[in-house]
């Protein structure tokens, strides 16, 4: 069973990778851009897509309100950011603006290009 201060951990890593407001990952998510990345299960939406729906829907929350279920979700948006940084975006920072890799992180709530 997760304790508080697990969940308390949780809060922090999520919040340091997802650097963007919820308006601004709503406004990302209309995007064509937005839905051109990623993999998509049966041709549909794709995950990071998806992920982003329910990213907005957990910053819109008060952090009384979050369920364990909640915090669980924010382990897997911390792990794919991490994961994906790591990987590392298009050598010229050029090309990074449109970049898939950017774009897909963008989904999961992360623009790298404001990371410091």
């Known amino acids: ?3 508080k201060s697990d969940h308390q951990a949780t809060y922090q890593e999520f919040k340091e990778v997802v650097n963007m407001t919820a308006s601004a990952l709503e406004k990302h998510l209309k995007t064509e851009e ?12 794709p995950t990071g897509h998806a992920e982003g729906r329910r990213i907005v829907e957990m910053l819109h929350k008060k952090k009384s309100e979050l369920s364990d ?4 979700h ?4 911390v792990g ?3 994961r994906h940084l790591k990987q ?3 050598e010229d920072k050029a090309e990074v603006e449109h970049s898939p890799w950017r774009l897909s992180l963008m989904n999961w709530g992360h623009d790298p290009s404001k990371a410091t």
Do not use: N
């Open 80 to 82: 794919y950011v991490r």
């Open 88 to 90: 590392g975006g298009p």
């Open 34 to 45: 937005s839905r051109s990345v990623g993999q998509k299960k049966d041709g549909g939406e």
């Open 69 to 72: 279920d909640d915090y669980g």
């Open 1 to 3: 069973m997760s304790g």
């Open 74 to 77: 924010m382990r897997k948006v």
